[in-house]
């Protein structure tokens, strides 16, 4: 009997000398420099969700959902958070990429200035001004949105440049309206001028067409299964966590970063991105979960207007899976 309860407790010693198992290093890299959208996976780490799926996880900050993407592509980074449209372009070159959830179903895109402006309508953007930067996605998808409202590019000037320079020229007056998103663009020009924007949002007229959601290399995916569900289950639960408690999640962004920002810019900046996580189809349904109908829809789109090659519209579901989204009650 003693020898048995020695060996016993011999076990137990052991068994307690063990190490805990090492939770996976996973990088999560985003589109741009952090902003409000991002919030969900700041507060997602800050409570512990993804370290409850064994996961430790790294946000890196990004310069571009196209550099993003091609950071996935080669396995520089786990996953990406970026602009799924962007992503189709480079995935039908060949890129080895796929959108593993799709967060916004509903797209951001809009034309906006400073509501003393009161141009609220596109009616009222006749006689304006509008900046854009050439090439990006919401100036692709821009020929569209004046068909849908009846608007001529002879209708409204345009003056061109990057990101800082569109911005520059709303914040400066030399442009009535800018090309940008209702969460990002308008929340920089507000951290500058402490004035609020009004935003006239595609999706109002017809432009039904997803955008932000994350990617991952096609072979890591098929070689990490289970890393793969663990990591959108615990991102669906961040972004679940976050939608009910906006302003902590904005405060986790500057915990981690305390030059990320303003917290009322930020908090905003969350709150103004939630309405876009589900559409009329998906709103009883948990993040990520997009329909076919959405993303064939955006395909469509994109080909027509977006400069998609057209062999896209052959299989739209070579571009996003949900098979490794939670269900319903898990």
């Known amino acids: 009997m003693k020898r048995l309860i020695g060996a016993a407790s011999a076990a137990l010693m052991l068994f307690a000398a063990m190490p805990a198992q090492a939770a996976d290093k996973v990088v999560l890299m985003l589109n741009w420099y952090v902003y409000g959208e991002h ?5 997602g780490k800050a409570k512990g969700i993804y370290a409850a799926e064994g996961i430790d996880l790294e946000i890196q900050e990004g310069r571009g959902s196209a550099a993003t993407t091609q950071a996935v592509a080669a396995k520089t980074a786990d996953f990406g958070y970026v602009d799924v449209p962007t992503m189709m372009r480079a995935a039908i070159k060949g890129a080895p990429v796929v959108a593993t959830g799709v967060l916004l179903q509903t797209s951001p895109m809009s034309a906006m200035g400073f509501v003393d402006k009161n141009i609220r309508t596109p009616e009222d953007i006749k006689g304006k001004t509008v900046a854009i930067t050439p090439a990006d996605s919401m100036t692709q998808i821009w020929p569209l949105f004046l068909k849908k409202t009846g608007l001529k590019e002879s209708d409204f000037q345009t003056v061109a440049g990057d990101g800082q320079t569109k911005l520059n020229a709303v914040i400066n007056g030399q442009a009535d309206l800018l090309l940008g998103y209702v969460m990002d663009q ?9 004035k609020d924007v009004y935003p006239i949002k595609f999706a ?3 432009i039904n067409m997803v955008s ?5 290399n096609t072979d890591y995916v098929k070689a990490n299964a289970d890393l793969v569900r663990r990591f959108m289950s615990a991102t669906t639960k961040a972004v679940e966590a976050a939608e009910k408690e906006p302003k902590a999640a904005a405060q986790s962004i500057l915990d981690a970063n305390p030059k990320g920002g303003k917290i009322d810019t930020l908090t ?3 709150e ?3 309405p876009l996580y589900r559409t009329a189809e998906t709103k009883t349904k948990r993040p990520f979960q ?4 959405n993303m064939t829809e955006t395909v469509n789109l994109l080909v027509e207007y977006g400069g998609l090659d057209a062999k896209a519209k052959d ?10 989204l939670p269900k319903s009650g898990s």
């Open 212 to 216: 932000s959601g994350i990617i991952a």
């Open 315 to 324: 299989n739209p579901k070579a571009f996003y899976t949900n098979d490794y």
């Open 272 to 274: 103004l991105t939630i």
């Open 268 to 270: 905003q900046g969350f």
């Open 39 to 43: 919030a969900p996976f700041y507060y």
């Open 204 to 206: 109002d007229y017809g």
């Open 186 to 194: 308008s929340m920089k020009i507000k951290d500058a001028t402490g």
């Open 290 to 293: 997009v329909t076919d109908q």
